[in-house]
């Protein structure tokens, strides 16, 4: 761990995005709130209301399509937060899962990570022999090792032995299950595991919302291949896994991969890629793809005794199976494509924010409004309404001037509004208005169910390209 996660380049090129607007904006329409709000909060933690929840189950939905359904080499699994504590004394977490930290001595008694301050020092070019409290100008503790896992402990009572840790990566889940999953399977290497769920850590500087937080979510697979394969492969992963966010509409120059220098890497890893965001607070990781070599294997292998080496069928020989790890982040991912995709114009005197999300990304797809809430339109529109239903995330919404029913759905990222007005109690038609053309097409009512889905199979460019 402990590697830079933000490069200190110039904020987000030219976007009119601040990571204000995007708090306010999640807040606002209920993307994202502070947890326990009720009671003052409780700081760098988040919940997730209904269009969040949305949003955040499409990018996980996306990244299993293009994975696991989309691959015949990926497998799933679901393991158990709460592992045996010796997974963490194997992994070597216990031991190097730590971030150096330092406090103030002056006046603030603030806490820092001090790697952090280094960097944001070298940034500005100015010197790192003597570092001292950004915030009072106060000197600061010598730097001390803090682990970041979350301890508890399991069963009733305290003692000795009932300590487990809440687990700071999925990726163990998955080595500790390498063999059921191989018996399973009923795949050959290379072959690999992927996981969505919860991790925790302790994080001394958690900050930027949504970006780095002490309970996240990660997806991650950890890809098992014989070891003259992992150079390779490492090499398949990153490009697959940059595609990914350019597919989903993120744009490219808004990515980059950077390759970590020796100093930066994990204590289990031979070669690591980041995948990079231009967040509003700098270039910032948003996805780690490491080559792991046989490090967790081996060394499950050696803390359980259990047999973890692959026999190759055609071959026979026995090899401890390496791994390359594209690990990426769903809250972080959520953010960047929050951050990409929002936009700001006015239109008419009228100013318009929106989220131009990927229309596989966007919570609602299409909202039925009802042009005036009299003459027979509600019925007709919340039939259309019920049509839709089973087919994609719809909303009915009679509430308010058809203008401010726009503009909160442009808000949430809603890709189509169809409009019943007084024509379509005549001739059955109705309007199909695009969020980022604004054009507005007549269609016959009965052929929208069959339009939204073609529209949402098509590929898709982010309009913010043009
Ligand atoms: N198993 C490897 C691993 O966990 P990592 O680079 O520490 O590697 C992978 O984490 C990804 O998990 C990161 O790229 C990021 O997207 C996400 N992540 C890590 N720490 C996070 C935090 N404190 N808050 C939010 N996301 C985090």
């Not at 840790?165 to 063999?179: C, D, H, M, S």
């Amino acid at each position: 761990m402990s590697s830079s996660e933000t490069s200190q380049n110039p904020a987000a090129g030219g976007d009119s995005v601040t990571m204000d607007k995007i708090v306010a904006l999640c807040k606002r329409r209920g993307f994202i709130f502070q947890s326990s709000e009720i009671y003052g909060g409780l700081a760098s933690t988040y919940d997730y209301g209904h269009y969040g929840v949305l949003l955040k189950n499409n990018v996980k939905a996306e990244w299993r399509r293009a994975v696991v359904q989309e691959r015949d080499d990926v497998v799933l699994l679901d393991a158990a937060i709460l592992m045996h504590p010796k997974t963490w004394e194997a992994s070597g977490h216990l031991e190097g899962f730590s971030d150096p930290l330092v406090q103030c001595l002056g006046d603030c008694k603030k806490r820092f990570r001090h790697d952090h301050l280094v960097e944001a020092l070298e940034a500005e070019g100015k010197p790192t022999d003597h570092v001292v409290c950004p915030n009072c100008g106060g000197e600061l503790s010598e730097p001390r090792q803090f682990n970041l896992m979350f301890e508890t402990n399991m069963g009733p009572v305290k003692e000795e032995g009932s300590t487990i840790y809440l687990r700071p990566e999925t990726a163990q889940g998955i080595f500790v299950n390498f063999k059921n999953v191989m018996q399973f399977a009923r795949k050959k290497l290379p072959m690999g595991i992927a996981q969505i769920g919860k991790s925790f850590r302790n994080e001394i500087t958690p900050g930027n919302f949504i970006f780095r937080t002490r309970e996240f979510e990660q997806m991650e697979i950890e890809y098992f291949c014989a070891p003259d394969d992992a150079a390779t492969k490492h090499e398949e992963w990153m490009a697959a896994r940059m595609q990914w966010y350019v597919d989903l509409g993120i744009r490219p120059d808004h990515l980059m991969l950077r390759a970590h220098g020796d100093d930066e890497l994990s204590h289990y890893s031979s070669a690591t890629s980041d995948i990079e965001y231009l967040f509003p607070m700098g270039w910032s990781e948003l996805e780690g793809i490491a080559n792991r070599g046989n490090f967790d294997l081996t060394q499950h292998a050696k803390f359980s005794g259990e047999k973890l080496e692959y026999m190759d069928p055609q071959t026979n020989e026995r090899f401890m199976p390496h791994v390359i790890e594209p690990s990426a982040g769903a809250d972080r991912g959520t953010l960047a494509f929050m951050v990409d995709s929002y936009d700001e114009e006015e239109v008419e005197g009228r100013e318009r924010v929106m989220l131009r999300l990927h229309p596989r990304l966007a919570p609602v797809k299409a909202a039925v409004l009802p042009l005036v809430n009299k003459d027979g339109q509600p019925e007709k529109a919340r039939a259309l309404y019920e049509e839709l239903r089973p087919l994609m995330q719809a909303e009915f919404d009679t509430g308010g001037s058809i203008g401010k029913r726009y503009r909160r759905q442009d808000e949430i990222g809603t890709p189509w509004g169809i409009t019943i007005d007084h024509q379509t109690m005549e001739d059955d038609t109705v309007t199909l208005r695009d969020r980022d053309s604004l054009d507005q097409s007549r269609l016959p009512i009965a052929e929208v169910a069959g339009e939204l889905a073609r529209r949402l199979a098509a590929p898709w460019q982010s309009p913010k390209l043009s």
